[in-house]
């Protein structure tokens, strides 16, 4: 699993049908020790997660699994919202 922060929203009218009726999202992958950002990318959202919410992402077979879809072209879903962390 991946931690990342929710930066935005993607809309699309037209796409590849198992896409149809979920939200895809901007997220950053973001350490939350250091509060350092990296790499931006879309990732399905699984769980209603918001705008500025540090959320969990899993990437691959794991993000199709979370969507009970092995035959939709996703690579990356939100599959949790993160309320809090220790290190």
Do not use: Y
Not at 37 to 55: I, L, S
């Amino acid at each position: 699993m991946i931690i990342c922060k929710v930066v935005g929203n993607v809309w699309a009218t037209r796409k590849e049908e198992t896409l149809n009726g979920l939200k895809l999202m901007i997220v950053r992958r973001t350490d939350l020790n250091t509060d350092e950002e990296h790499e931006t990318f879309v990732a399905v959202d699984c769980v209603g997660a918001g705008m500025g919410e540090p959320v969990l992402v899993v990437t691959g077979s794991s993000a199709r699994m979370a969507m009970r879809n092995q035959n939709s072209p996703v690579d990356a879903a939100i599959v949790g919202i993160i309320d809090g962390s220790e290190s």
